[in-house]
């Protein structure tokens, strides 16, 4: 099942949150959601499951989400760690959201066990910690087994054991055939999970590609070259056409995306080479590189 949202534009008084956004989600793959507070992403996910109203719309393989029998076994949401009834117990706040697709109370109990919620089952989610309450919406989220899961922040609360088995979750479930769409400001742990980015900036699209393409477009990346010869290897590389400018005592930072041929030119000019490293832009160096100045700093739905 692929997902594709067309045309998504919502607005709040004067302010335009999410601007004509479309793009499509493939089945296989962690899609990371980014995009700096105040751009949009929760608004974009509320309009793809219709829980806000404005224009454009999402296509659920090819369907609208009211058009499938059973919208949970299509796709499973997380928006918000602390949507619970508080005098509702986890295990009975689960068996709710089950009886929209008729869920076994088996599977009530399997998905408690597999977050780590069993010992927790009686327990009323008004007395759980952000990570608990995280844990819990993922159980309602994977409940149906969907197709989807659209997850906001959730790894927010979350221990650095937590955070990766998340991590290994997410992957795992994608690997299945399944869509997993996830936003999050950990943009390092982001790198380890996704293998596409979704990114926005004031509502706006700017990137939907693979992490390694998003990664490319830094200026960020090159090529360290330590040397004691620099003026000569400098003069060189200059006369092939390359930049370089001076990074430290010895070193030299090329802008070119290939070691070999800054080793080359060096070896072809008799310069000796003490290093050469290719260097590359982290996800984060990359997203702040092409999004600073767009920081809305809002809060609420339109984060």
């Known amino acids: 099942m692929s997902v594709e949202a067309i045309g998504l534009t919502k607005v709040f008084g004067s302010k335009t949150a999410v601007k004509d956004l479309s793009f499509t989600l493939e089945p296989g793959?962690?899609?990371?959601?980014?995009?700096?507070?105040?751009?949009?992403?929760?608004?974009?996910m509320r309009l793809m499951l219709g829980l806000d109203r404005g224009e454009g719309e999402t296509k659920w393989d090819g369907r609208r989400l009211t058009d499938h029998p059973h919208a949970t076994k299509v796709v499973g949401a997380h928006l918000d760690a602390r949507f619970f009834n508080p005098n509702r117990t986890a295990r009975a706040h689960l068996r709710m959201l089950g009886a929209e697709a008729n869920i076994p109370n088996t599977r009530v109990d399997e998905v408690l066990d597999l977050v780590g919620l069993t010992s927790e089952a009686k327990k009323r989610p008004k007395t759980f910690s952000l990570g608990m309450g995280q844990r819990l919406g993922l159980a309602g989220a994977i409940l149906a087994n969907p197709k989807v899961l659209v997850l906001d922040e959730p790894a927010n609360g979350l221990d650095p054991q937590s955070i990766q088995w998340l991590r290994d979750f997410l992957r795992f479930y994608a690997s299945a055939g399944n869509v997993v769409f996830v936003s999050s400001h950990l943009l390092t742990e982001m790198q380890h999970m996704a293998e596409h980015v979704v990114v926005i900036s004031q509502g706006a699209l700017i990137a939907d590609e693979p992490v390694s393409a998003f990664v490319n477009r830094s200026t960020r990346n090159d090529v360290l070259v330590r040397t004691p010869d620099r003026a000569r290897l400098a003069a060189a590389l200059s006369a092939a056409g390359l930049i370089a400018t001076e990074d430290g005592n010895d070193g030299l930072a090329v802008q070119v995306g290939d070691s070999r041929q800054v080793g080359d030119i060096a070896f072809t000019n008799g310069v000796a080479v003490h290093e050469l490293t290719r260097r590359t832009a982290s996800l984060e160096e990359v997203f702040l590189e092409l999004t600073t100045g767009s920081q809305d700093y809002a809060t609420g739905g339109q984060s």
């Open 29 to 44: 793959v962690v899609t990371g959601f980014l995009g700096p507070n105040g751009s949009g992403k929760s608004t974009t």
